[in-house]
């Protein structure tokens, strides 16, 4: 085995202690300096890692007047007469580095500028704002910054000013601090299918190319290559037939299912959709999940509060989340732009009873009957076939769920999408309903939507000829190009044919099992529980109506 070198290794710590912190430190080899009580060279480390051991109730920190080089740019630059002070940001930590300079230190140092810089980590005396401070002995500028240029100063920017620049506002204290609470979201995510041991949950990754819409909107991005068409004038398609960006994985989701059990997934979906509001995206990201051998609703609503109230509870416990709720402390203006009491709202989804169901048709006599009695009035009159809008949803949850989340269950069957399995149990109408449920938080409203799926062959493709999903056949096909040419598909007329969406019929016409799933939007989630009402500031890089930056 060879000497033992003084050089840094990266290595995750699991605890400190007896909690996790999910923080990354670096620890270096002891060098036969190190032995002799002097410190060869100083320690890289980020600035969440400098703060968090120097953390300390009484006596001398680990890191204290030892040398620490910082990575980062130059958040703010104040140049004095005697002195110079930096404050470096690595986006570890809303809080920066503060750095004290010589004026001939700091002559070329500039605000956003990429630096490199060592020095020596001392306390403070009492009194002062920091605890501790960089006093530098060596600068190295990585990459320059024309300050006269640069866009990002340390003055208050609005979030209208800061969409403008979406590449460059994840350099403020929030936006940084947004990425890092949804990494940890992803995470624990992550943890807590894992926790899971009886279900057995396996992650999959689903295509984002899909030959339909399951959804039945027809809000649907297709797909084209630049050189689509020809010298002759024809159109092409790249993979022979349409193809289109996914608005679900849940069709996909299902063909794992029939295998492999309980299958969850985190990836984007797109819709071409003309919302132009804060709640809608084209581009956004979705945790879906699929379950097997699943034949009630209150199962599946069950295990989505589950899900929620243990995601939240993981996060709520580590360090970004705590950094959350401190921001309101701060000076950032930027506080004043997110929900006032973060923290309750956490522990409501935490620790709240368990959340009320309703169905859709009770959830209509309810809104009638508060119109009825002039206790509310709606732009969009409540009725039953007109759905949901946003302010019967708000209302429910402040008058039924008295401001925590409700499930609303049982939809008209004439409003949702062709694999939704009918009602165990018939509206008092007796008009026909699907096992399906929206779950609406407060505030935003529906976040995560979801059903039993038709499991059944023959009630699915008459599903799907009620939803206009199968094609006619050409009277004169060439029958060389069909392998079923002469074979008719179960419960099809003579004239009728699946086309793109035979495979989906394929999972129930070989074997299939009763199965449920859901998808919860994870930007919505995300941003109820940053207290962010818009989701073009919560979202680094926004794709929405008119809007594609970067």
């Not at 859709?360 to 009695?373: G, M």
Request: hydrophobic share 35%; with cysteine.
């Amino acid at each position: 085995m060879g000497p033992i070198s003084g050089r840094i290794r990266p290595v995750r710590v699991v605890s400190v202690g007896k909690q996790a912190t999910g923080l990354y430190r670096r620890y270096l080899f002891t060098s036969p300096a190190r032995l002799n009580g002097q410190q060869a060279s100083p320690i890289t480390l980020r600035c969440a890692q400098i703060f968090e051991q120097s953390k300390t109730t009484a006596g001398p920190g680990p890191l204290d007047n030892k040398k620490v080089r910082v990575q980062g740019h130059v958040r703010f630059l104040r140049k004095q007469k005697r002195f110079a002070f930096a404050h470096i940001s690595d986006g570890s930590s809303l809080q920066s580095i503060q750095v004290v300079l010589t004026p001939e230190q700091a002559t070329n140092l500039t605000q956003g500028a990429a630096v490199e810089i060592s020095g020596i980590w001392q306390p403070c005396p009492p009194g002062k704002q920091q605890s501790h401070e960089l006093q530098a002995t060596e600068i190295n500028i990585v990459g320059e910054a024309d300050p006269a240029t640069y866009p990002i100063q340390k003055k208050f920017h609005t979030p209208d000013f800061l969409r403008q620049l979406p590449h460059l506002r994840l350099r403020t204290p929030f936006n940084s601090l947004l990425s890092r609470l949804r990494s940890e979201f992803i995470y624990q995510a992550t943890q807590e299918f894992r926790s899971h041991h009886n279900r057995n949950f396996v992650q999959v990754q689903p295509p984002l190319v899909t030959s339909s819409d399951c959804e039945g909107a027809g809000e649907v991005f297709t797909l084209k290559p630049r050189d689509a068409v020809t010298e002759a004038g024809e159109t092409v398609d790249f993979f022979r037939s349409p193809k289109y960006l996914t608005v679900s994985s849940q069709l996909h989701l299902e063909a794992y299912a029939a295998e492999l059990g309980n299958v969850w997934t985190l990836s984007p979906t797109f819709r071409a959709e003309k919302s132009d509001t804060p709640r809608h995206l084209s581009e956004f990201y979705m945790l879906e999940v699929e379950m097997s051998y699943l034949d009630s609703l209150e199962s599946l609503t069950g295990f989505v509060e589950t899900l929620i109230r243990n995601m939240t509870q993981r996060v709520y416990n580590t360090p970004v989340a705590q950094e959350l709720f401190g921001f309101r402390e701060t000076d950032d203006p930027t506080k004043d732009t997110i929900h006032a009491d973060l923290e309750k709202r956490w522990k409501a989804l935490m620790e709240g009873p368990s959340w009320p169901r309703i169905t859709y048709s009770k959830a209509i006599d309810h809104l009638q009957d508060a119109v009825a009695a002039g206790q509310a009035k709606f732009e969009f009159s409540p009725s039953w076939t007109g759905g949901l809008q946003l302010e019967h949803e708000k209302f429910l949850v402040d008058t039924i769920g008295k401001g925590f989340p409700v499930f609303v269950t049982d939809y008209p069957k004439a409003v949702k999408p062709f694999y939704m399995a009918p009602s165990n149990t018939p509206s008092s109408e007796n008009k026909e309903t699907v096992a399906c449920f929206d779950l609406l938080l407060p505030e935003i409203c529906e976040v995560v939507g979801g059903s039993l799926r038709e499991h059944r062959l023959s009630p699915l493709i008459q599903n799907m000829r009620d939803h206009g999903l199968l094609k006619l056949r050409d009277p004169t096909p060439d029958s060389s190009l069909r392998v079923d040419a002469k074979v008719t598909y179960p419960h099809l007329l003579a004239n009728e044919e699946l086309g793109s969406t035979q495979w989906y019929a394929d999972l129930r016409r070989w074997g299939t099992v009763p199965h449920g799933g859901f998808g919860l939007g994870f930007d919505r989630f995300i941003g109820y529980l940053a207290g962010v009402s818009s989701l073009r500031d919560l979202v680094p890089f926004p794709r929405h109506f008119g809007r594609a930056d970067c």
